[in-house]
């Protein structure tokens, strides 16, 4: 008899198991709420393609002459990380005096970048004003034709 109800109580473990709803629910709500808040910070605004480039910084207008002159001397090499790694080291090594040049054309550049980025916020404010100007207009244009029409009735009586 033992047999027996060892076998009833398994059985009426497995259908309580059963009966139990699974909590596939939660997870589901879960995961759209995670999905949401990705979308929610995944979103970037769209990059203008006239918005002038960030200049390069003085090691890397050094790493342009760089690579030419260490491709002349080690044709076979064909890792851009072995070439960096060299670069950077040839620049650590570099006294303040050697690495005046590159700084110099690095603030040219920057310069440059400084003029072109005010000429373009200045186009973004001008064509942001423009549209707002002509709203501007329109709505004055309605008024002045509401003024001369009830001016016309301000005549009549």
């Known amino acids: 008899m033992k047999g027996g109800k060892a ?7 497995l259908k309580k ?13 879960k ?16 990059k203008d393609p006239n918005k002038p ?27 851009v990380s072995v070439v960096g790694k060299a670069g950077g080291d040839k620049w650590k090594s570099m006294s ?6 590159y700084v110099a054309k690095a603030g040219k550049r920057k310069t440059e970048y ?3 980025m005010a000429a373009y916020n200045n186009k973004q404010t001008s064509t942001a004003g423009d549209s707002a100007e002509e709203s501007d207009k329109s709505k004055s244009e309605v008024n ?12 009549a009586e």
Request: without cysteine.
């Open 7 to 13: 076998k009833n109580e398994a059985s009426s473990t």
């Open 17 to 29: 198991v059963e009966e139990k709803p699974i909590g596939k629910r939660k997870t589901a709500a």
């Open 31 to 46: 995961e759209s709420k995670v999905s949401s808040r990705q979308e929610k910070k995944g979103r970037k605004a769209a």
């Open 53 to 79: 480039k960030r200049p390069a910084s003085a090691f890397f207008v050094f790493m342009e002459d760089f690579r030419k002159t260490y491709k002349e001397k080690n044709p076979n090499v064909k890792s």
């Open 96 to 101: 303040e005096a050697d690495k005046a040049p």
């Open 114 to 116: 400084e003029k072109n």
């Open 144 to 155: 002045d034709e509401d003024d001369e029409e009830s001016g016309e009735d301000d005549d």
